[in-house]
């Protein structure tokens, strides 16, 4: 997989913009990046993924940069069930097949 | 849809004894992983599948056991249990698609060997 590097934790405030970074400059044409969140114990959740355009979906949005070497993941609204940890993935092998998970960006969102 | 289905979602057993952590998905989807996470840790692969009769190790294979019969079915074998397998277990599943796909995550099975 493309290595990919995220902050170790953010911090919200309830009903603010939630910006999560990703730096995956080693990232190749074919790779698709890819967002997914943990909330405490539960199992990951996909949100929502890219390859050179901007994606929206009603959970989230994925602002890619032109050289494709960061993204930037957005919840627009963000509440207290937002609290998660937040994973950037970059897999290779040409598709999604197999997934790795990084340390990811643990993302609290305050009152 | 169920989804993911994993069965037990608890577990104890005894150093060295053996089990079969089960998983099943009902949407046809081709992908299916394994992973585990320990406690404050993030989630390795174990071993994944791109389709029936195809299986592939992934981070930590050592010690577990899978096989891919069906579409549906993924279980994942524990040949001799060690405290250091004391984990949560969790399997997933996705569709093959030429644009990409989302992996879909059963709840999990945590399982302790003592």
């Known amino acids: 997989d493309a290595k990919t590097t995220q902050p170790t934790s953010m911090d919200c405030a309830e009903g603010r913009a939630a910006n999560l970074p990703c730096n995956h400059s080693?990232?190749?044409?074919?790779?698709?990046v890819y967002w997914y969140r943990q909330i405490h114990s539960q199992g990951p959740q996909y949100i929502i993924h890219?390859?050179?355009n901007n994606e929206t979906n009603e959970m989230a949005s994925l602002i890619i940069t032109e050289d494709r070497k960061s993204s930037t993941l957005i919840l627009p609204h963000a509440t207290l069930r937002d609290t998660a940890v937040y994973y950037c993935?970059?897999?290779?092998?040409?598709?999604?097949?197999?997934?790795?998970f990084g340390k990811g960006t643990k993302l609290t969102v305050n009152p | 849809n169920a989804g993911v289905t994993q069965t037990p979602k608890f577990q104890v057993l005894k150093t060295g004894q053996s089990m079969t952590l089960q998983c099943a998905q009902d949407?046809?989807?081709?992908?299916m992983s394994w992973y585990r996470q320990d406690p404050g840790m993030g989630l390795r692969l174990i071993h994944y599948?791109?389709?029936?009769?195809?299986?592939d190790q992934g981070e930590v294979p050592n010690g577990y056991n899978v096989s891919r019969s069906t579409t549906e079915d993924f279980p994942l074998r524990l040949l001799s249990a060690a405290p250091s397998q004391t984990s949560v277990y969790f399997c997933?599943?996705?569709?093959?698609?030429?644009?990409?796909?989302?992996?879909?995550f059963g709840s999990g099975t945590r399982l302790t060997v003592v």
């Open positions: 993935i970059a897999p290779t092998q040409g598709g999604s097949e197999k997934l790795v």
């Open positions: 949407m046809n989807h081709e992908y």
């Open positions: 599948s791109v389709g029936a009769g195809i299986t």
């Open positions: 997933a599943s996705s569709f093959r698609r030429t644009g990409g796909y989302g992996y879909t």
């Open positions: 080693t990232i190749s044409g074919n790779e698709y």
């Open positions: 890219g390859l050179k």
